[in-house]
């Protein structure tokens, strides 16, 4: 495996559904701490949403690996927050057999 550099500083964040005064529900974000991580760009595509042209990327992002439901482990229905871009996460593997390092798969875009 060769060299990783965990060069940016990443939010980990879950959906919170809470009340929204008129008997549902609204849901936002929570942040569950910072995580440093390599992020490297995948393949890309565009499509058309809502009669506007939307850019999708796709990004391989490592991160140091967590037990198995350590709130510190990213999991595929949480995402990842650098400022305002957003990182919707697909999927979470091991990286390597010791278990050091964790390859999440995200997609930026849209929040969902």
């Known amino acids: 495996m ?4 965990l060069n940016r500083r990443l939010m980990l964040e879950e959906r919170v559904a809470t009340p929204d005064g008129m008997g549902g529900q609204s849901v936002l974000w929570a942040g569950l701490g910072s995580l440093w991580a390599e992020m490297t760009p995948r393949t890309g595509r565009s499509e058309v949403i809502s009669g506007r042209e939307v850019a999708r990327q796709i990004w391989r992002i490592v991160v140091r690996a967590a037990p198995v439901g350590a709130p510190s482990r990213p999991r ?4 990842f927050r650098e400022g305002t871009r957003i990182f919707n996460i ?3 593997a091991e990286l390597d057999g010791d278990a050091r390092y ?5 997609e930026e875009g849209l929040a969902v």
């Open 102 to 106: 964790l390859l999440c798969l995200a």
């Open 90 to 92: 697909q999927s979470v």
């Open 76 to 79: 595929a229905d949480q995402r």
């Open 2 to 5: 060769s060299w990783i550099t």
